[in-house]
């Protein structure tokens, strides 16, 4: 009891303040979907992850800039969202919530992150580590940017490993009980601050102590936890083994009181760790086809049948550097697959370095939007392919008739039927429609349109024409390629065209032999070629 009312005290002066930086309703869901619990409409969480978990327990970044920039540049990168972590001792014991960010930095020696905090953010040496989590949240507010609050460790420090004492119930520095106190202790101070629409109750449940009957009982207790101190919020909960299964969720759901029905998400992460590039290279189709069916068969599903719920992958992300191919691939299958099923999102990862991550002091993160420095993004390109996953492309009630995008993931863009019936790649706001396509039929134009879609000869290029007679098949046992046979009947693919990285061609298919199916082996890179057809319904 004694370390539950000091973790309240130390919020007690900030929460006077926080009306003034809400900036939302409260948020609900319907279905798979998340809304705006006031209007109905569906509201789209597009996030990045931000980390304040970590030894000193201050957010990265602040070293290196103003709060005020950081978070100017989270909706200058494309974000509305964030995913901030906190460690559950940062909230639950004395020695750690009474820290303040100067003596915390002390306690590691980090003497140029203070000097750095001095010069960008000089009033949060003096305050303690959680009223500048609060201030930061705050901040994100002020910017119209909502706030995920993510419960990722219990003790402070780098995640995730098997016996790192963090992975499951019960293990030494997760006790169950603790835990579910840091997450009343969070709920209530941030209650009455709506930029803050929902809380994670754990991040990447594992190791060897993990089972499904720890499982239900302990997330109904902290989803009843959380919602019993502040109603307002969603509830996101995580599966096992480093949050990749909720499959166990097909034979038992999990039991919940009614009042939160309308409260409840269920979050994933998707990585393609252990899978090596010589894999993704040589089998790049069927690799995708592999990674797509365990991701459905683990949580996809959760977003159809008969009772869905909305589904938040809250974390994916690669190497923005380019250099690592595997993950090249991946996130090419990865893009396809979430434009496809229009969920919710957190990118990993916003932050560019951390302060003291695995005994390394200011660590590069070549996952990161932003560089080392946090000038500006790394790689600008990547974020770009984000943009159909941005945008919202169906809504839960729309009066549209549906109609698809089509989008060519490795680049991130959508095709446009240009002048004169040329079909360029360009950007997925403004994509051309196409009616549903039945496999081994025509894609035409949507809205009553009499064009199709034509095949050309081999290195041609692809148009729109009143000849509907391009019969389109999906191929590969990735889904991914388009093919038509030509006047020769030889199928060929929809393609990218190398030379400009605009026009769509028409050419042999990459890795799929005459048969349709896919070789054993590649040594092509048959992402050039892959093209989703994305259900869409919005204006």
Known sequence: MARKRASVAIFLFIFLQVATFCNSVPLSTNSRWIIDQETG??????????????QPMVAEGLEKKPLSYIAKKVTETGFNCVRFTWPTFMFTRPDYYNLTVSESLDK????????????????????????????????????????????????????CGENDGNGFFGDANFDPAEWLQGLTAVARAYTGNSAVVGMSMRNELRGPRQNTDDWYKYM??????????????????????????????KEKPLPLPKNLDNKLVYEAHWYTFGTGADK???????LCATVTKIARDNYIFLTAGENPFPLFLSEFGIDQRGTNEAENRYISCLLAVVAEIDIDWALWTFQGSYILREGTLNLEEVY??????????????????LQILRQKNQELESKNPNYY???????????????????????????TRWEQHQDGGPIKLAGGSSRCLTVAGDGGAASVSGDCSSKWK?????????????????????????????TIVTKKCLCVGDDLRDFPTCSDNPQVQWFKLVPANVD
């Open 41 to 54: 409409k569906r509201v789209k969480l597009t996030c990045a992850n931000w980390v304040s978990h970590l």
């Open 108 to 159: 590691y020696n980090l003497t140029a992150a203070k000097s750095g905090i001095a010069e960008n953010n000089p009033g949060f040496l003096s305050m303690k580590v959680a009223e500048v989590h609060m201030a930061v949240v705050n901040e994100l507010g002020k910017n119209k940017v909502m706030v995920v609050l993510d419960n990722h460790v219990s003790l402070p420090g780098w995640c």
């Open 220 to 249: 109904q207790q902290g989803a009843n936890a959380i919602h019993k101190e502040n109603p307002d919020f969603l509830v996101i909960v995580s599966g096992l083994y480093y949050d990749t299964n909720l499959g166990f969720l």
């Open 280 to 286: 993704w290279d040589a089998q790049t189709n069927n």
């Open 368 to 385: 990161g939007v932003m560089d080392l420095n946090w000038d500006g993004p790394r790689n600008p390109q990547y974020l770009d392919r």
């Open 405 to 431: 995008i089509m989008f060519h993931p490795q680049s991130g863009k959508c095709a446009h039927n240009y002048k004169y019936g040329d079909i360029i790649l360009a950007t997925c706001e403004t994509a």
């Open 474 to 502: 999906i191929v590969s046992s990735s889904g991914l390629h388009l093919a038509a046979q030509d006047g020769k009947g030889k199928y060929l693919c929809l393609e990218m065209n190398a030379s400009d990285n605009s």
